[in-house]
């Protein structure tokens, strides 16, 4: 479970977040919706450790973010926290099984092929990045985040550099691993399309939740709009 209570982050002078509160569940599929400058990149870093708060508490699977010194907060992320950008920081001169291995070995994980396998890429094993189509690209970057085998997946804007087609087979992957692994999907993006997929949404704008809704009924990746 994550627990925030009244955070506050500032930038030169600006107040980025102003009394953020949250709760989120094991095992949720949440997405924190908001235009940019709103906060929500920001509340994201701040949820995963990546990231101290101004003021205010954060509580993440039992562990205080906020009292722990930053090696701490790197051995928290190392241990139970799995990471998806826009961009995809993979290791250009490495393969696609050497990137994944990446994330597999900070978790002592042998079955990282299987990953692989799961996210359609195991035809393309030894593959560079350069080789690979961005849809490919960020499927190894699931992979390599999941080799982790993480108790939480935070994800931001993980489709922003896809076309439509790339972006819904990206949004299934995920979605099909969330509820086979059962892991805690924290998903930042300004698409509100992709808030029917989630259990939780949350709405900012201008450093604040303005509202938290939960969907009756949840999307696919093929059956929201886009």
Known sequence: ????????????????????????????????????????????????GLEKADGGHIECNGVCLDALKDDQLTAFRKE??????????????????????LGANLANNKDYRQIIEAVGLKDKL?????????????????????AKNPKILFLDEPTGALDEVTGREVLDYISKLQKERGFTVVMVTHNVNIADMAEKVVKMNSGKIVEIYQNSARKSAYEIGW
Not at 6 to 23: A, D, F, M, P, R
Not at 80 to 101: A, C, M, P, R, T
């Open 1 to 48: 479970m994550i627990k925030a209570e009244n955070v506050v982050k500032t930038y030169n002078s600006q107040e980025v977040l102003k009394g953020i509160s949250l709760e989120i569940y094991d095992g949720e599929f949440v997405v924190i919706l908001g235009a940019s400058g709103s906060g929500k990149s920001t509340l994201l870093s701040i949820l995963s």
């Open 80 to 101: 139970q926290i799995g990471f998806i950008f826009q961009q995809y920081y993979l290791l250009s001169h490495l393969n696609v099984e050497d990137n994944v291995k």
């Open 126 to 146: 030894k593959s560079k990045p350069s080789a690979l189509s961005g849809g490919e690209q960020q499927r190894v970057c699931i992979a390599r985040a999941l």
